[in-house]
């Protein structure tokens, strides 16, 4: 199983960015998804998922009405679209994946670094 993420960069404060997590070894269309961040020195810190249809959506308070997660199951692929990005959505920013039917979230992919500067 690999989830890769990918797309992170360095923006200025109010920037965009659309992060993607790329799935293989799982059945995707079975599985929730969600994104999960942490900033150096800090514990991490829950983003925001998606179920396995793409029916249901939750986001932390801290960037909901800033971020949008969307996932195209025939093309394995989970995203995170970032708008008015500040300073301390600053961290590294990682997918993970469960299935429907359990709570804990059984695959972590890699994370990709989003820098927001002032």
């Known amino acids: 199983v690999q989830l890769q993420a990918f797309g992170g960069g360095s923006v200025q404060t109010g920037g965009s960015l659309k992060l993607s997590c790329a799935a293989s070894?799982?059945?995707?269309?079975?599985?929730?998804m969600a994104w999960f961040r942490q900033a150096p020195g800090t514990e991490r810190e829950f983003v925001g998922r998606i179920n396995w249809s793409g029916t249901s959506v939750d986001y932390a308070n801290s960037v909901k009405g800033r971020f949008t997660i969307t996932r195209d199951n025939a093309k394995k692929t989970l995203f995170l679209q970032m708008s008015s990005l500040k300073p301390e959505d600053t961290a590294v920013y990682s997918c993970?994946?469960?299935?429907?039917?359990?709570?804990?979230?059984?695959?972590w992919g890699q994370g990709t670094q989003v820098t927001v500067s002032s």
């Open positions: 993970a994946a469960k299935l429907r039917t359990v709570i804990d979230y059984k695959y």
């Open positions: 070894g799982i059945t995707f269309s079975t599985y929730d």
